[in-house]
């Protein structure tokens, strides 16, 4: 796998873990019970990018070293994820 592969596979990895991150930072105006005039009841309150972003960053470092060490250490691929799945073929009469 070159540079530009793993990096545009990590990048992918990323974006995915960041959005099932984000919502467990997550503190709304309303649960904290100070909505500023103008804003949405749902609105983030005391937003902090710094721990969501080392902690997306170190989780997809983690799920990248998982799938390095299953494609490259054990040497699956897509393919055998393809075999692994059922195939459903519509019951006849």
Do not use: C, H
């Not at 019970?33 to 989780?59: C, D, K, M, Q, Y």
């Not at 055998?80 to 073929?89: N, T």
Request: glycine share 8%; charged share 10%; hydrophobic share 55%.
């Amino acid at each position: 796998m070159g540079f530009g592969t793993g990096f545009a596979i990590y990048f992918i990895i990323w974006w995915v873990v960041l959005f099932t991150v984000l919502p467990f930072w997550a503190r709304s105006q309303a649960d904290e019970g100070e909505v500023t005039l103008g804003t949405p009841r749902s609105a983030p309150a005391n937003f902090r990018f710094a721990p969501i972003f080392w902690s997306t960053t170190l989780a997809s470092a983690l799920v990248f070293g998982l799938y390095l060490f299953v494609t490259m250490g054990l040497g699956y691929s897509l393919d055998d994820l393809i075999a692994v799945m059922p195939d459903f073929k519509p019951m006849s009469d």
